[in-house]
Nanobody, 117 residues
Framework: QVQLVESGGGLVQAGGSLRLSCAPS????????MGWYRQAPGKPRERVAV???????NYADSVKGRFTISRDYGRNTVYLQMNSLKPEDTAVYYC???????????WGQGTRVTVSS
């Protein structure tokens, strides 16, 4: 089990930027994949971006070209840089980890992102 602590959410105007951070309780070297998911009110949770241990990334179509997932091994942190934010990006964002390659098994507590129009 990996504990995940997120930070960086907040209120921003449309067109603005935010950077979310996720710090796992163990080295990201030892984690197969990590990702960001989000859940808007009344909607199911959806995948936003994922990064594998090899550095491969995958994005939801709705965020391609605007969001970037990255890792900082020195800080042992995974980031989600969100640019050109839209009101429809408003959601609670969750960091998730797949430590062993067998699927997601760890989730953070969530951080709220609100984009005003």
């Amino acid at each position: 089990q990996v504990q995940l602590v997120e930070s960086g959410g907040g209120l921003v105007q449309a067109g603005g930027s935010l950077r979310l951070s996720c710090a796992p309780s163990r080295s990201i070297f030892s984690i197969n994949a990590m990702g960001w998911y989000r859940q808007a009110p009344g909607k199911p949770r959806e995948r936003v971006a994922v990064i594998s241990s090899s550095g491969n990334t995958n994005y939801a179509d709705s965020v391609k070209g605007r969001f970037t997932i990255s890792r900082d091994y020195g800080r042992n942190t995974v980031y989600l840089q969100m640019n050109s934010l839209k009101p429809e990006d408003t959601a609670v964002y969750y960091c998730a980890a797949d430590p062993t390659g067998l699927g997601l098994s760890s989730w953070g507590q969530g951080t709220r992102v609100t984009v005003s129009s």
